[in-house]
């Protein structure tokens, strides 16, 4: 995502990257703000681990907690996210979420590299799908190469992606660990 902004002038040296993040998406572009000299600042929800948020910061990354929100709160991760990338100048937001270089970076990597560690004898790919990047990016590419691979998203109890719709929220569902 980072090469693509990049690529099409959206993201110059010296600029600040914020973005929404459950982490690990937060860890891995800390990263690359580390190497390619960007500052980063993460919006994280309350319930997202200590780990994933001082591995941020170890870094280089500053963290921004926000309350746990419905996503159309103005206090939300994503919309904190948002507002302080238009209200920052020199500052922009990947959009992980919406940011089509997420599941391209996995359709280009990830894929390739599952069917290759596996001399293309891959039967199943299963993926926790956070922003579904990873999920959608990796198994796209690898149904291309391997067009048996079976595709499973695992997700925990209470999440948005389950099907049918009723098991989506279930009654005493609180936080989960992933």
Not at 3 to 13: D, I, N, R, V, Y
Not at 111 to 138: I, K, M, S, Y
Request: hydrophobic share 40%.
């Amino acid at each position: 995502m980072i090469e693509l902004a990049e690529q099409q002038g959206k993201l110059k040296p010296g600029m600040t990257i914020i973005e929404p993040t459950s982490g690990n998406t937060g860890i891995g572009i800390a990263i690359a703000c580390a190497v390619k000299g960007y500052n980063f600042i993460a919006c994280i929800p309350v319930k997202m681990s200590i780990q994933k948020v001082q591995m941020i910061q170890h870094l280089g990354g500053q963290v921004v907690w926000t309350p746990l929100v419905d996503e159309s709160h103005p206090n939300s991760y994503m919309n904190t996210a948002a507002r302080l990338a238009e209200e920052m100048d020199n500052a922009m937001m990947l959009d992980q979420f919406s940011n089509m270089g997420n599941p391209l970076a996995h359709y280009m990597t990830t894929g390739n590299e599952v069917v290759a560690q596996t001399d293309g004898t891959v039967t199943h790919f299963v993926c926790a799908p956070g922003t579904g990047g990873t999920l959608t990016g990796a198994a796209s590419r690898i149904k291309e190469l391997v067009p048996s691979c079976e595709v499973v998203c695992a997700d925990p109890i209470g999440s948005l992606l389950a099907i049918p719709d009723e098991l989506n929220y279930p009654p005493g569902a609180g936080s989960y660990l992933v």
